[in-house]
């Protein structure tokens, strides 16, 4: 097997410091790691591109058919998108330089595994947390500059609208829960079950 000849490889460059083995062990672990970094790779940028798809979709959307503050949901799209661009950028940036084989092949990985893996933790609470925060936002901007609705609200800076609110946050906080699980699942699929089989790698490496 892959693994067991790396470790074998492994224990020759450490006892007769070979420099052809010490080659062939670097080109090796990049062939074993590259699996899942490539899928991470390939999900990033599935990924990329549906948000850019319907995030322009969306924001072109809102520009053309609203005037006014209805414009407000396609500037905080806007803001979101930016956010996640360059999330992704630096994502995509790490999962590069994991590819490196000219780096200090163990130590380096580790180390990179150790911030893929807060990349990865943050993007499912950052994720989680942007679910209500969006809803919200959206909600009051809907209901203040709505034409369809303040013509059949009489006093809309009233009473009402703190009803309005408070069912409002209510209903974000409690679909929160079952859109942090699909949330979790969703990083899992694509980024988490990669990393853990990467970190098995390592892991196994080390045993030696």
């Not at 790779?41 to 599935?46: A, D, H, Q, V």
């Not at 806007?78 to 790490?94: E, G, S």
């Amino acid at each position: 097997m892959e693994l067991d000849q790396l470790k074998e490889m492994w224990g020759d460059v450490a006892t007769q410091k070979n420099s052809t083995s010490g080659e062939e062990l670097q080109n090796l672990l990049r062939k074993k790691s590259k699996s899942p970094i490539a899928k991470m790779k390939r999900n990033l940028l599935l990924e990329l591109i549906v948000v850019l798809v319907l995030y322009v979709a969306t924001i072109a959307y809102y520009f053309i058919a609203y005037s006014g503050g209805m414009q407000w949901n396609a500037w905080l799209l806007l803001v979101i998108a930016v956010f996640f661009l360059f999330y992704y950028q630096r994502k995509y940036k790490l999962l590069n330089s994991m590819e490196c084989v000219t780096c200090e092949v163990k130590s380096n990985l580790k180390t990179q595994l150790v911030t893929l893996e807060k990349y990865v933790r943050f993007y499912l609470l950052a994720g989680t947390a942007l679910f209500p925060f969006a809803m919200i936002a959206t909600g009051l901007i809907v209901f203040f500059y709505s034409p369809d609705i303040t013509k059949d609200v009489a006093d809309p800076s009233g009473k009402f609208v703190w009803i309005f609110t408070g069912i409002l946050v209510l209903f974000s906080a409690v679909m929160t829960v079952p859109v942090y699980f699909i949330n979790k699942w969703y990083v899992r699929k694509l980024y988490g079950q990669h990393v853990e089989k990467l970190k098995t790698i390592v892991e196994e490496m080390n045993e030696d």
